[in-house]
T-cell receptor
Framework: DAKTTQPPSMDCAEGRAANLPCNHSTISGNEYVYWYRQIHSQGPQYIIHGLKNNETNEMASLIITEDRKSSTLILPHATLRDTAVYYCIVRPLFSSYKLIFGSGTRLLVRP | GAGVSQSPRYKVAKRGQDVALRCDPISGHVSLFWYQQALGQGPEFLTYFQNEAQLDKSGLPSDRFFAERPEGSVSTLKIQRTQQEDSAVYLC???????????????FGEGSRLTVL
């Protein structure tokens, strides 16, 4: 079973920041937080991952709370092409490599 | 190719037929995964290969499902005697990762959509 909780859907206006929350209250010390997204009719796409420090790349920023029980994925300037299902996943460091997907958050970016 | 390639993209089968789905991972990728995604759901893990070794097949739903990767590159997912509940998108992913070495990224193909009538 997925170890994360996400809102089923969100929307934001094009050009504005999209902040997608994720709860992972049972996360273990050796588990990373991963974010993937899936655009309609495509396979999931890696976005970012982190352990406890905030992370930023060309796609997004990941903010992890100090207690690591929740995180937020930030798309700083959402575009229509960011409309997708976003999955937050926790994954052990030294374990099998499978990702356990939940239901994700369906983000709709409005023109 | 540049990415993970899956074929066929679409397959329609009559109930009881056998089907084979192919995955060409990114060249040099050690790890290969198969996932099943039902309509409106997140992908569900089926099985994992490291090179030619099938290290985890805990997600295969029944003994009608069989996967192989004989030379450690191309993989085939075979479903025997297909049932309507097998209708789904079957996703393949690959990564450079080896066991006990963490890397972040799995690269997914676009999937094979199976419809069983």
């Amino acid at each position: 079973d997925a170890k994360t909780t996400q809102p089923p859907s969100m929307d934001c206006a094009e050009g504005r920041a999209a902040n997608l929350p994720c709860n992972h209250s049972t996360i273990s010390g050796n588990e990373y937080v991963y974010w993937y997204r899936q655009i309609h009719s495509q396979g999931p796409q890696y976005i970012i991952h982190g352990l406890k420090n905030n992370e930023t790349n060309e796609m997004a920023s990941l903010i992890i709370t100090e207690d690591r029980k929740s995180s937020t994925l930030i798309l700083p300037h959402a575009t229509l092409r960011d409309t997708a299902v976003y999955y937050c996943i926790v994954r052990p460091l030294f374990s099998s490599y499978k990702l356990i997907f939940g239901s994700g958050t369906r983000l709709l970016v409005r023109p | 190719g540049a990415g993970v390639s899956q074929s066929p993209r679409y397959k329609v089968a009559k109930r009881g037929q056998d089907v084979a789905l192919r995955c060409d991972p990114i060249s040099g990728h050690v790890s290969l995964f198969w996932y099943q995604q039902a309509l409106g759901q997140g992908p569900e893990f089926l099985t994992y290969f490291q090179n030619e070794a099938q290290l985890d097949k805990s997600g295969l739903p029944s003994d009608r499902f069989f996967a192989e990767r004989p030379e450690g590159s191309v993989s085939t997912l075979k479903i025997q005697r297909t049932q309507q509940e097998d209708s789904a998108v079957y996703l393949c992913a690959s990564s450079l990762a080896r066991d006990r070495i963490l890397t972040g990224e799995l690269f997914f193909g676009e999937g094979s959509r199976l419809t069983v009538l």
